[in-house]
């Protein structure tokens, strides 16, 4: 595990060099953010059914996602930020427009979210499984407090499980687009899994039972993206 590199996120140079060599599940160069390309599902609208339905996931992808994506180019124009890596604009979003905030979020963190859901069954890595039980006592911990962050999060945002700088594993929840790697929530790490709670990505299904939309979601996790994420840390 590149260590270093890890221990670097929090640190105070994070202008300077990379602090992850990824940040997606497969390994990939750091990325201007003005050359973000818009992600192609991995799999149909109807793939993860029942557990999310077709016209959801076409509505949130087609128009949701897409809407983020062409809202955060627009806010890139003309702006230094188009030059930036996505690491070092989200470690310092603090600094840029709301737009960036929102857009620029909104656009990678349903990329991590449609990476981390899969069709078919799949299980966490031995490594990413004794992290967890490390981190939380019990893998069946974790799972409820993900969901209770999932659940209990007030209105509009995200439940993460992150690396932290320490090494341990966390949960939390954030606000609206915002994501572990910015500089304006409380905890800050390498996003490992994510959960959209919008209610977009839930209520033509469930209605107001987000808690059976939590609960579902587990049926339907990419365990393999997960634990690449984990072990490209
Ligand atoms: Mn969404």
């Known amino acids: ?46 793939a993860l059914e029942p557990v999310i339905d ?3 996931m076409e509505i949130h992808y087609t128009k949701h996602h897409k809407a983020y994506f062409n809202n955060f180019l627009a806010a890139l124009k003309d702006s230094p930020a188009a030059e930036m ?11 840029q427009s709301a737009a960036l905030r929102n857009n620029g979020g909104g656009y990678y963190n349903h990329k991590l979210f449609w990476e981390n859901l899969s069709p078919t069954k799949t299980s966490p890595s031995p490594a990413l499984k004794l992290a967890i039980e490390k981190s939380f006592g019990t893998f069946e911990k974790f799972i409820e407090e993900f969901s209770n962050a999932a659940k209990k999060h007030f209105g509009s945002g995200w439940a993460w499980l992150s690396a932290g700088s320490d090494g341990k594993l966390f949960v939390s929840d954030t606000l609206n687009q915002d994501n572990p790697l910015m500089d304006v929530v409380d905890k ?12 977009h990505a839930y209520y033509l299904q469930y209605q ?11 049926e339907i996790v990419n365990w393999d993206t997960v634990s690449k994420r984990f072990e490209s840390r």
Do not use: H
């Open 1 to 46: 595990m590149k260590r270093r590199n890890f221990l670097a996120l929090v640190g105070t140079s994070l202008a300077a060099a990379p602090v992850w060599s990824n940040i997606y599940s497969a390994p990939q160069p750091l990325q201007k953010a003005v050359d973000v390309t818009f992600p192609e599902l991995p799999y149909a609208f109807n």
């Open 54 to 56: 077709a016209k959801t």
């Open 188 to 199: 800050r790490g390498k996003p490992l899994l994510c959960l959209d709670v919008w209610e």
């Open 85 to 95: 890596d996505l690491l070092d604009l989200f470690a310092g979003i603090s600094k």
């Open 208 to 218: 107001n039972r987000r808690a059976d939309y939590v609960d579902k979601f587990w």
